[in-house]
């Protein structure tokens, strides 16, 4: 086995690439990335880069250089009942397989050292390193692992053990459709046929549309059922979608209490969990790689490969308690019953609300921040629905 490598990042995606890049930016000059993936390489996504993930890029230093639609406008529908709702800072709509690969070129650029079709094996935690088989055989060791390695981590696996929880699951696929303009679409009505989550549909650079939808994990759904469910869907907005081409993917959602480190080992992005109410995660990856960028940085710095803070630190930063409130939201929402659901429909209605979301989304409002304001807009109209006794359809403004 060669010399031990002070960080070895597994996985490439946009999680790995902004560890790699803060980990540059804190001064940290031996680090490794390996991806079993030679890039471009595609990844199942809806492609919206949010403002959260435009301040994320900024802060890392990285550039957004890759074709895209800048979509300033949501629609949100639910029933009947469409909401436009604008963003003061328009939402990116990328390719992943460009997106990815620009991310992986800038951190080259910066004297990181990226190996691509490099699959890492398994990892075994000794105490002055970790050791890491590659599926050629080679053998490496670094002081500090870090698992950017997606929803299958290996990382995650060695944390979490044989404990598993439910996975979210997201299909997608992109369509050649015709579209008047650049908002995006979020269509909740398929709540109503069983659905637990929504349905999308996002302007791309080249006139296609990428469409997808995003399941919770509370109902019990199988694959062939989704993709109904996304065809029948797009189908009530003039999209045609045959669905063969419709790819599923899993997802942890975010839990706190979920272990994300242990002693040498730091998970981040998918591998440690994404936003359970909406499914994204971009954001979430590029804010975790500026966490464990510094926490690594910290550890080298003070030869402390413990990592008890990191779970807290990832809790506590603005990226944590909005993936804890969304959690908390998408247990309200997507594990409610029918009466229940008729209220979010309500909710979801509420121009107060959509307007303190679409701030978040634009990155210029912390929704955890905004808690009680938003709680007490939730009341409000759980208090008008529940004395009307109605469905959102007549109680909808
Ligand atoms: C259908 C769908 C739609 C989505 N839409 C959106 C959206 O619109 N906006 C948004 O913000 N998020 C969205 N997400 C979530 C987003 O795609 C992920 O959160 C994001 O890709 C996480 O980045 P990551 O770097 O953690 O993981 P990934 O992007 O999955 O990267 C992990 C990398 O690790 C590599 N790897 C894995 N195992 C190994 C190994 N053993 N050895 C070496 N390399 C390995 C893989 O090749 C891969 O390149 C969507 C997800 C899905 C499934």
């Not at 949100?76 to 009942?81: D, E, K, L, T």
């Not at 509420?350 to 989304?361: E, K, M």
């Amino acid at each position: 086995m060669a010399g031990i490598r002070q960080v070895v990042v597994i996985g490439a995606g946009p999680a790995g690439a902004a560890t790699a890049a803060r980990l540059h930016r804190r001064g940290v000059r031996d680090v490794l990335v390996l991806d079993r993936a030679r890039f471009p390489r595609d990844k199942p996504c809806g492609g919206g880069l949010t403002g959260r993930a435009a301040d994320a890029l900024a802060e890392l230093g990285l550039r957004l250089t890759v074709p895209r639609v800048a979509s300033a406008l949501a629609r949100v529908r639910f029933g009947a009942h469409e909401h436009a709702v604008g963003l003061d800072r328009p939402v990116a709509i990328v390719r992943r397989l460009d997106f990815d690969a620009s991310l992986v070129e800038q951190v080259r650029q910066l004297g990181v050292e990226v190996r691509t079709g490099a699959r890492v094996e398994a990892l075994d935690v000794r105490c002055d390193a970790v050791a890491l088989r590659l599926e050629s055989g080679e053998e490496l060791a670094a002081r500090i692992v870090v698992g950017a390695d997606g929803v299958g981590s290996l990382v995650r696996k060695r944390l979490c053990g044989t404990h598993r929880i439910a996975p979210h699951r997201l299909f997608v696929q992109e369509v050649a459709a015709q579209r008047a303009d650049t908002a995006m679409l979020y269509d909740f009505t398929p709540m109503r046929e069983g659905l637990r989550g929504y349905l999308w549909a996002f302007p791309l650079a080249d006139g296609r549309t990428n469409v997808g939808l995003m399941h919770y994990p509370s109902v019990r759904q199988d694959g062939p059922g989704l993709r109904r469910l996304l065809q029948a869907g797009l189908a009530r907005h003039g999209i045609e979608a045959p669905m063969r081409d419709a790819r599923g993917w899993p997802a942890w959602g975010y839990q706190p209490r979920a272990p994300v480190a242990a002693p040498r080992l730091l998970t981040v992005g998918d591998a440690a969990g994404i936003d359970a109410l909406t499914g994204e995660g971009i954001a979430v990856a590029l804010e975790h790689g500026c966490i464990a960028g510094d926490a690594a940085a910290r550890a080298l710095a003070d030869s402390d490969f413990r990592f008890a803070d990191y779970r807290r630190l990832l809790r506590r930063a603005v990226v944590g308690r909005e993936l804890s409130l969304d959690r908390w939201l998408a247990a309200r929402l997507y594990q409610a019953g029918p009466g229940w659901q008729r209220w979010a429909g309500v909710a979801l209605a509420d121009p107060g609300i959509l307007r303190l979301y679409a701030a978040r989304v634009a990155g210029t409002e912390v929704l955890a921040d905004r808690k009680l304001r938003l709680l007490r807009a939730l009341a409000w109209r759980w208090a008008q629905w529940h004395g009307r006794r109605t469905g959102p359809d007549a109680a909808a403004p």
